[in-house]
């Protein structure tokens, strides 16, 4: 279908897949396009990689805080209608094994650049990843 084909070639994908330690886990942004939310707003939609190195199964939504910011607001999390990976966030990871998981997010506009924070969730721990996305063009 042209539509689908048109909408594909506007996605800008980029592949970043770095591994990066917070607390007992490894997270990495494996890539991320520009798509849209089941209300057909304007999205950032992530592809990530999730590692527990702990000692006990958790979830990447209860083990990670992954927020993105858009001119110092943080943005909306998107709900996407067709999402291969949706309900992956939620499920348990034992120790030593990783799972490809995903977050998207409502844009506020199409220029400004999306900043990521990534954070332990309900940790003590002062690990944090800060990057910025530029998404213009």
């Known amino acids: 279908d042209l539509h ?3 909408r594909r070639q506007r996605q800008m994908c980029i592949e970043t897949d770095t591994a990066q330690t917070i ?3 490894a997270v990495s942004i494996i890539s991320y396009k520009i798509g849209e939310d089941y ?3 304007k ?3 992530f592809d990530l990689g999730f590692t527990n190195n702990g000692d006990k199964a958790t979830s990447f939504a209860l083990a ?3 927020s993105a910011f858009q001119d110092g607001v943080e943005l909306e ?3 996407l209608h067709d999402d291969d990976l949706s309900g992956s966030s939620i499920r348990d990871v034992k120790p030593g ?3 490809e998981t995903m977050a998207a997010f409502v844009l506020t506009n199409d220029t400004s650049p999306v900043e990521i924070e ?3 969730f309900l940790s003590f721990s002062s690990d944090e990843i800060k990057t910025e996305i530029n998404i213009a063009g």
């Open 77 to 79: 999390t998107a709900i």
């Open 4 to 6: 689908k084909a048109i």
């Open 118 to 120: 990534i954070k332990p």
């Open 23 to 25: 607390d007992d886990y």
């Open 43 to 45: 999205a950032i939609i």
């Open 64 to 66: 990670i805080d992954f």
């Open 39 to 41: 209300q057909g707003k």
């Open 97 to 99: 094994a990783g799972i």
